[in-house]
């Protein structure tokens, strides 16, 4: 099986820089996601990360250490709308259906 | 990016009565489609990959007689609630992939379920 974990909740403040960790265990993996949900909506696809690196996509940055089991998704310049929960989710074992994490709910003040 | 539609967008309905729910792909075509669950402030979790013109992949744990898939067309897939109870409350979602091996998968708007 998979094991995934983020924090719960965290806060920020609008025009600021966060950091969301992922630490996942498992084996054969194939890759890590990273979704945005709005509260009642549906998930929606930030980025994808299959080698270690920092891949940069406009204000949101995903990062990816095979090696230690880790992801982060860093958001930068911080808006309101950002206030969402971000989801990390991990693809292993030949598998192509990711499992998601439960979720890091951000909550962005002014 | 693709779209997938779901509806209803939320629906309530009364103990012992079944409700379906729609998923279609509308500017592609999706041999597989998934349907999730996800309950309040948890994660999605996996119910069933519905595969066109054949049956349902059912998760360990999710009953095939009370969650009736059917993935009669390349851009449809149904969930239908059997006899449902006010602990099937929740919020589904479906998602389709364009393609075989592609790795983003694009969701419906999710359909949030009330048993009353």
């Known amino acids: 099986g998979q094991n995934i974990d983020q924090p719960t909740e965290m806060t920020a403040t609008e025009g600021a820089i966060v950091q969301i960790n992922c630490t996942y265990q498992?084996?054969?993996?194939?890759?890590l996601f990273w979704y945005q949900q709005h509260a009642g909506e549906a998930p929606t696809f930030l980025s994808y990360?299959?080698?270690?690196g920092l891949e940069e996509k406009g204000r949101f940055s995903s990062f990816l250490s095979r090696s230690k089991g880790y992801s982060y998704l860093l958001l930068k310049e911080l808006q309101m709308k950002d206030s969402a929960s971000y989801l990390c989710?991990?693809?292993?074992?030949?598998?192509?259906?990711?499992?998601f994490g439960r979720g890091t709910s951000l909550i962005v003040h002014p | 990016g693709a779209v997938v539609s779901q509806h209803p967008s939320w629906v309530i309905c009364k103990s012992g009565t079944s409700v379906k729910i729609e998923c279609r792909s509308l500017?592609?075509?999706?041999?597989?489609m998934f349907w999730y669950r996800q309950f309040p402030k948890q994660s999605l979790m996996l119910m069933a990959t519905?595969?066109?013109?054949?049956?349902?992949?059912?998760e360990q744990g999710v009953e095939k007689d009370k969650f009736l898939i059917n993935h009669a067309s390349l851009t449809l897939s149904t969930l239908t609630v059997t006899s449902a109870h006010p602990e099937d409350s929740s919020f589904y979602i479906c998602?389709?992939?364009?393609?075989?091996?592609?790795?983003?998968?694009?969701f419906g708007q999710g359909t949030r379920l009330t048993v009353v």
């Open positions: 998602s389709a992939r364009l393609q075989q091996g592609s790795t983003e998968a694009f």
């Open positions: 498992t084996s054969g993996f194939n890759g």
């Open positions: 990360n299959v080698l270690d």
């Open positions: 989710a991990v693809r292993s074992g030949g598998s192509y259906i990711p499992t």
């Open positions: 500017d592609f075509q999706a041999t597989t």
């Open positions: 519905s595969n066109e013109g054949s049956k349902a992949t059912y």
